[in-house]
């Protein structure tokens, strides 16, 4: 199992960010959303390497790469978002 918390730069919990934890092992995606209080929870995953993508506006879509799971592990991923720059996409 994955899980963890999305929270933006100041620490309040990112309600509604989306959640893809890809199985590398078998290409397999499972998917989330966090809940009122920015909690997220991928049950039931086989044991092998998986990635986390998490993605909500107006933050930058944030990934984690290279996450083991064993046997009946459980393992915590809390992840803060930064909001984007769209100053960058205007400029020309």
Known sequence: MI???VVDALGSSVI????VVTSI????CHTDNTNSS??????????G???LD???QPFK???????ILQVGQETRLDAPLTVANRAAE???
């Open 49 to 51: 390497e998986y990635r």
């Open 54 to 56: 998490l993605s909500a």
């Open 16 to 19: 509604g960010a989306h959640i």
């Open 3 to 5: 899980s963890g918390t």
């Open 25 to 28: 092992t078998i290409n397999i």
């Open 61 to 67: 879509q944030e990934g984690k790469t290279g996450i």
């Open 90 to 92: 205007y400029s020309s």
């Open 38 to 47: 920015g909690l997220y929870t991928v049950p039931l995953l086989p044991p």
